[in-house]
């Protein structure tokens, strides 16, 4: 489950892994395509250059609760 801005309704919206229609990984970066709330095809990936999108569960945050 992530959060991703939607270009479409112009929303941030909750993404779903049931809203997913695709996945792949190309030179390390996740790219995910999926079915918005307002039915509009997205694209979302953790690449260097989005800056819009951003994922709701970080592992790295976990640890560093962990640790605290
Ligand atoms: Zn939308």
Do not use: R
């Not at 790219?31 to 694209?43: D, I, K, N, P, V």
């Amino acid at each position: 489950m992530f959060v991703n801005h939607c270009t479409a309704c112009d929303q941030k919206m909750l993404i779903f892994p049931s809203q997913v229609t695709g996945m792949a990984q190309i030179d390390g970066v996740t790219a995910m395509t999926y079915t918005c709330w307002c039915g509009s095809e997205q694209l979302w990936h953790n690449g260097t250059t989005g800056g819009q999108s951003e994922v709701a569960a970080k592992p790295a945050a976990k640890t560093a609760a962990n640790a605290a």
